[in-house]
């Protein structure tokens, strides 16, 4: 079942370790399937050296195993809650890529500080809320993707594909798992460069809003013409 959406799956998730987002087994990649509305995402706990297209888990939008030998990601729930809330995103991200988990745990959002971060990402990468003590203890993961589909519920969320976790780490989305990958990416450097930009200038100020906008809807919107 979905053997094609399987190996863009695998393949996507492979693309992490590749461009230095996680660490071990710290990340996961999901993608939905358009025809039956089921996703795939990455088993629970495998090395990426070990993982295989067919390792790939079919989970439904209530949750249940379609197919697959082993457990899906841990983080699956927080998938379901975000494919189920914005049916725009196709693919899903998450790991502890370190410069956007260092933010993530300092309970900051990202400000955008230059035309890197707005040519992808329309203002700040926000940081939402640590979960409530009962939240963490009922339903962790599930309660994880509520408290971002609530944050995102009246903004659009392809214009801003990332999000920090408080005290946790970061997901991003996309149009694809490949896509959300590029996205993870994206808000790993502007992470980076954000970091060290207040490093070298502590009073930096966010980049004047018209350059946010230049940037942003050149790339984004019925008027954008960069590219071919």
Known sequence: MLEKLKQKVYEANMLLPKHGLVTFTWGNVSERDTETGYFVIKPSGVDYDKLQPADMVVMDLAGNKI???????????????????????????????????SWAQAGRSIPCYGTTHADYIYGE??????????????????????????????????????????????????????????????????????????????????APQELQDKHYFRKHGKDAYYGQ
């Open 125 to 206: 990468i926000p940081c939402v809320r640590c979960l409530t003590k009962e939240e963490i203890d009922t339903a962790y993961e599930k309660n994880t993707g509520l408290v971002i589909a609530d944050y995102f519920k009246d903004k659009d969320v392809t214009a801003v594909p990332a999000v920090l976790c408080k005290n946790h780490g970061v997901f991003t989305w996309g149009t694809s798992a490949e896509n959300a990958v590029h996205n993870a990416v994206v808000a790993e450097e502007v992470a980076k460069m954000a970091a060290r930009c207040e490093m070298i200038n502590p009073q930096v100020q966010p």
């Open 67 to 101: 197919e697959g030998s082993m457990n899906p990601s841990s983080d699956t729930a927080t998938h379901v809650e975000l494919y189920k809330a914005f049916p725009e995103i196709m693919g899903i991200v998450h790991t502890h890529s370190s410069w956007a988990t």
